[in-house]
């Protein structure tokens, strides 16, 4: 299950930053968003190439960016400036079984879950910060109750397990970015 924990320095503690912002890279190929998942810097652009042999058309109307790429062809690509730090659901307005994440962070103190389902930061400098969860599939309301204040040391510390309600939860329904439901296949002109 993918899953992101961020550390955000608070009062008194300083920021670190990244070294840079970077370029993603989140390709369109066999109607599927790869990877399905990317954490960058707040500020970082993400290009969207299109190498199907079919029109997609990306956005994302959630709170870390929203935005609307249009209709575009294959062989071309077009890109988004994540300027603000939030989790972005991006799909596709043809293809409803497309779908990812990019979450824009502010601090390099970031891990993604490794397939046990463990996170490791390391290099956590002394101090104060909220910890942010985001796992795929588990209600917002519920992550917000997981962040929490915590304070770090130099000395190691293991945070334990978190619990969260993710049994059978795998893709996040969606409508089209008009509110409505999908039309089927055979309905769809841009499809092959």
Known sequence: MPAVIW?????GTPA?????????????????????L???PAGSVVEFPNEDPFFHNVFSLFDGKRFNLGLYEA???KS??????????IF?????EMSAVVIAV???????ADTNDSVLIRGIPPGDYKIHVWIEGVPQSFLEGLSTPVRFSDQAVDLGA????????RTMPHTNMYGQMYAPDDQSPYLP
């Open 92 to 96: 596709c307005n043809i293809h409803p």
């Open 38 to 40: 990317q954490v960058i």
């Open 7 to 11: 550390l955000e320095p608070i009062e």
């Open 75 to 77: 062989g071309s690509s």
């Open 106 to 112: 502010s601090s390099p103190l970031y891990a993604m």
């Open 16 to 36: 670190l930053s990244f070294p840079s912002h970077g370029h993603y890279i989140l390709l369109q190929k066999k109607r599927t968003f790869i990877p399905h």
């Open 162 to 169: 978190l619990k969260a309600p993710i049994a059978g939860v």
């Open 80 to 89: 988004v400036t994540f300027s603000r730090v939030g989790v972005s659901y």
